[in-house]
């Protein structure tokens, strides 16, 4: 498979136990690998030398304004983003490769296919769950804000089939460490903002989140694994609004 004109950007903090899978499935394929590091203390950035990847070093403020300011590094009109868990199956470099030759979209969402250690996640909202991961650059910006940006496009977006394959979770520590870190920006968000949140629409949200996942998107099929995520996603509600209460009452300004 020739190369063809899409830029990969990835953007990686101490990675170094998956950037190599990640870049090694766009090596070769797309004719620009750009990593931006977040000071990684590991060999995150001597791996991505390894597939020639240009390098930028980058401290991140919010997630928002950090990936706006990485993709603009990048060389061609359309980017592919990646997180550095996440890896191109051949199916899905196939069905690219074939779509950019000629298409009227200027952003196309993408399917993940998403692990928790070696499970396949497959119901509970987790699959296809389409992300907006292809993109002409200057169609395309994220909301400047630190956890969960909303995405704008000016143009028409479109929807690919085959999958990024994301192996995010090694085991359900890992997972709890990033609910952890993400309710944590969630309340800080809702305190920049200036968003009112009281403690029973925080109920609300906590209970319907439980019974959204595991019965109105049939994550009960997952068995254990679902009833767990499930249970996280409820209780990333009553996290984020117990952090939420507490920077309130200190009179946290962020």
Not at 24 to 33: H, K, M, P, R, Y
Not at 95 to 100: F, G, K, P, T, Y
Not at 187 to 207: D, Y
Request: a positive charge; charged letters at 25%.
């Amino acid at each position: 498979m020739s190369k063809i004109p899409l830029s990969v950007v990835v953007i990686a903090k101490n990675e170094e136990k998956n950037i190599d899978e990640c870049f090694g499935s766009v090596f070769g394929w797309a004719d620009e690998l750009v990593l931006v590091d977040d000071e990684s203390a590991d060999r995150t950035v001597e791996i991505a030398k390894k597939y020639q990847a240009t390098i930028y070093h980058r401290k991140m403020d919010n997630e928002g304004l950090h990936r706006n300011w990485a993709y603009a590094q990048a060389h061609n009109e359309w980017v592919l983003s990646l997180d550095a868990d996440e890896m191109v199956t051949e199916e899905l470099k196939q069905e690219i490769s074939a779509v950019l030759a000629n298409t009227p979209f200027h952003a196309f969402s993408i399917p993940l296919r998403n692990f928790i250690g070696s499970y396949w996640v497959r119901h509970g909202g987790w699959y296809p769950a389409g992300k907006l991961r292809l993109f002409m650059k200057n169609r395309f910006k994220y909301e400047e804000v630190g956890v969960h940006p909303r995405v704008f496009v000016n143009g028409q977006t479109g929807h690919l089939t085959k999958d990024i394959v994301h192996k995010g979770y090694p085991d359900f520590e890992h997972f709890l460490a990033s609910l952890n870190r993400q309710t944590t920006l969630e309340a800080e968000k809702w305190i920049t903002t200036g968003r009112q949140m009281s403690g029973g629409r925080a109920l609300w949200r906590t209970i319907d989140r439980f019974f959204r996942s595991f019965i109105g998107k049939k994550g009960y099929k997952d068995g254990f694994i679902g009833f767990m995520i499930a249970f996280f996603a409820s209780l990333y509600q009553v996290m984020s609004y117990a952090k939420y209460w507490q920077m309130k009452k200190e009179g946290v300004r962020k």
